[in-house]
């Protein structure tokens, strides 16, 4: 059983800022990578940031500059700071993370999703 326990969303106002957590526990053995999607009303899932054990980090190209993407490797956690939000990032953001439990196998999981509302 693994379990991602995502935290940190809520309204924020465009220009402020915000940070998601996700964090990762139960049969894991490694983490290959984490991240976050987004999916807007209407629109379909898109990449936010992702970053792999290797410490490579991709972004959405609507975010770059204004997100970051950290990971705490002793924690299984990963963070996405959210600097100078816009009305256009409100969506639910969803954790994910691509992992090797202990037989070896690899899975996909991803966690329930968080609402940011970006509004003044």
């Known amino acids: 059983q693994v379990q991602l326990v995502e935290s940190g969303g809520g309204l924020v106002q465009p220009g402020g800022s915000l940070r998601l957590s996700c964090a990762a526990s139960g049969s894991i053995f490694s983490i290959n990578a984490m991240g976050w999607y987004r999916q807007a009303p209407g629109k379909e899932r898109e990449l936010v940031a992702a970053?792999?054990?290797?410490?490579?980090?991709n972004y959405g190209d609507s975010v770059k500059g204004r997100f970051t993407i950290s990971r705490d490797n002793a924690k299984n956690t990963v963070y996405l700071q959210m600097n100078s939000p816009k009305p256009e990032d409100t969506a639910v953001y969803y954790c994910?993370?691509?992992?090797?439990?202990?037989?070896?196998?690899?899975?996909?999981?991803w966690g329930q999703g968080t609402q940011v509302t970006v509004s003044s």
């Open positions: 994910y993370t691509v992992y090797t439990d202990y037989d070896g196998y690899e899975y996909n999981y």
């Open positions: 970053t792999t054990s290797g410490g490579i980090t």
